[in-house]
């Protein structure tokens, strides 16, 4: 159905007909027309679907037959987890689901979006003409940021952060694809445990790849048979993960992207003596604002307790999202210039002299007016 034909289709009459049967998909009693496929993902299918009131949803159809135990256990943790966070707006919402047992396939549901922060990050980055712009960075930075922080106010880390998994709603972006989230054992500890590696490379964190509770003795139990891993994700993945993301909106590659070969970059990522480069200037030459270098750096630290959380990112005193807050100004290289011949005229005039330590301290001020009536008038 075009674009026109949506627009002006009334009283569940279509303006034309279709040359093209379209064919039907039904979940729990509710009738819904195929109107494309959205994406394709391992057992999954997601196409655009229609309901009789002519609104669009997406709907995920996994085949269970091709799943393994793990993937199956994936898909029904993620219906456990939409379904617990129904209410929040960040999320992307769960509507209704259903398992036909004779098909074994798995019908979900959910909220469709217009597109995905990787298909906007293709075509800001990949363009001819491309250029880093602090705007749009720090308005899509601080969405994603909300996204996640209400996820981790209901203690879920997601796991697998990247692009592709922030759809772009109605002008906000929702967080998608919790198949390998996980809420925390708050009363146990404040990570996650897992039994394997999980996550997409480019933006997997070094705790997430290595296993933390390895302390270096035998890998096999008394019978001589290999121990399983038990990794310790906590909220700090995420935020590296978000980082990389952040890091590629702003140099056009996420960290460590430019290590051709997938195990090199998986060694790098986990090794504190291979050092992230953060260049002076970004996509197109344009200088990389010094505040936005600072959160890069705090976000992909290689000690998960020194991240900040996303909440902390999100504060209104953060120097990146609000650079002036707490009477900040900004100031041109041309506008310190003129502050500081101010002050050397001041302290070569003979008739004054030396600033005395009393007049010295009323300077920040002072200073702060004049600079702030400077950038006023422009």
């Known amino acids: 159905m075009s674009v026109l034909e949506t627009a002006t289709a009334t009283a569940g009459a279509s303006t034309t007909k279709s040359r093209k049967k379209r064919s039907h998909m039904v979940v729990k009693g509710k009738i819904f027309t195929q109107m494309g496929r959205l994406g394709k993902g391992g057992s999954s299918d997601v196409y655009c679907v229609m309901a009789e009131n002519y609104k669009t949803f997406a709907l995920k159809r996994v085949k269970l037959d091709d799943c393994d135990e793990n993937a199956i256990r994936g898909y029904k943790g993620e219906i456990d987890l939409l379904k617990q966070l129904t209410e929040v707006e960040r999320v992307v919402r769960l509507f209704d689901w259903e398992l036909l047992e004779e098909k074994q396939e798995l019908l979900v549901l959910m909220e469709k979006g217009e597109t995905d922060l990787n298909r906007l990050l293709t075509l800001r980055i990949n363009g001819v003409d491309a250029k880093f712009d602090s705007v749009f960075v720090r ?3 601080k969405e994603m940021l909300e996204c996640v922080a209400s996820v981790h106010e209901h203690d879920i880390v997601h796991s697998d952060l990247k692009p592709a998994n922030f759809l772009l709603v109605q002008g906000k972006l929702k967080l998608i694809d919790f198949g ?3 809420a925390i054992d708050t009363d146990n500890t404040c990570n996650v445990h897992r039994e394997s590696h999980v996550g997409t490379p480019n933006y997997m964190s070094p705790e997430s790849i290595t296993d933390t509770n390895n302390s270096g003795g035998s890998s096999r139990d008394a019978e001589g048979r290999p ?3 038990d990794m310790r994700i906590g909220k700090a993945s995420d935020v590296w993960s978000m980082g990389c993301i952040l890091y590629q909106m702003t140099y056009g590659r996420p960290p460590f992207a430019h290590i051709p070969n997938q195990i090199s970059r998986i060694m790098a990522i986990t090794n504190p003596k291979v050092n992230i480069e953060y260049p002076e200037r970004g996509v197109g030459g344009v200088i990389v604002p010094a505040s936005l270098k600072g959160t890069l750096r705090r976000c992909l630290n290689r000690d998960p307790d020194l991240r900040p959380t996303a909440k902390q990112l999100l504060s209104e005193t953060d120097a990146f999202l609000n650079p002036e807050a707490a ?13 500081i011949d101010k002050v050397v005229d001041r302290c070569r005039d003979p008739k004054k002299g030396i600033p005395t330590p009393d007049e010295v301290r009323t ?3 002072s200073f702060m007016v004049k600079i702030r009536e400077m950038v006023e008038k422009g």
Do not use: F
């Open 139 to 141: 308005y899509h930075w």
């Open 180 to 182: 390998i989230a996980n």
């Open 227 to 229: 121990l399983k891993k």
């Open 327 to 339: 009477g900040a100004v900004m100031m041109s290289e041309d506008l310190l210039r003129q502050i």
């Open 363 to 365: 300077y920040p001020s």
